[in-house]
């Protein structure tokens, strides 16, 4: 079964208040983008990576990330949707012919450039013998539960954990998924959701609290520091 890396990067990055895409932001001299795609050109697990980005950024992409940092595992390069699922679909549908049924997808943000090799084989693994797989950490605060600025619950905090990337699921699985949340109109908040809304169970794999995406100025903070210490 081969492995491919859905890398969707369409978002604008208004939180980050920068005058370019939060993609192309330089991380130590390198755009965050191409950061993250190197991670998956130099996994001997992925055979073939697909970028979403914005429809008019496509030449840039492609001259300024892909070709600049010689990005051969990149397949295509594809125009995204209006929100991160229509994105991803668009990804899968692009993937068609390339991806068999049972050939695993792992679709990861493309500022989370601090994803790992061994989270990346653990979540591969996953996706093979189930119906999908979900990088995630455990919540280390307290979660309340609140409408009107009232708390209405405090879920036990054992058993909440936050998502990360990548979800990993079968191509068969995870088309299927997406095409009927297209087909009824759903939105949902992730990818795996859309795989549980059809009764089809998704595990965890324990993350990485360093595999952070990278969204705000505070973040690109963070981001800094990481790369510093894993270069030293």
Known sequence: ????????????????????????????????????????????????????????????????????????KVRSIVAGGAERQQSVLNGLRAMEGTAGEDDVVLIHDGVRPFVTEDILSRATAVARENDGALVAVPAKDTVKMVENGIITATPPRETLWLAQTPQAFRYGIIRAAHEVADAERFLGTDDAMLVERLGRQVRIVVGDYRNIKITTPEDMVLAEAFLKERQQ
């Open 1 to 72: 079964m081969a492995v491919f890396a859905l890398i969707p990067a369409a978002g604008m990055g208004k939180r980050m208040e920068a005058s370019i895409n939060k993609q192309y932001l330089l991380l130590d001299g390198m755009p965050i983008l191409a950061r993250t795609l190197e991670v998956f050109e130099r996994s001997p697990l992925v055979d073939g990576i697909f970028v979403v980005i914005p429809a008019d950024e496509i030449p840039f992409c492609r001259e300024q990330v892909v070709k600049r940092h010689g990005f051969t």
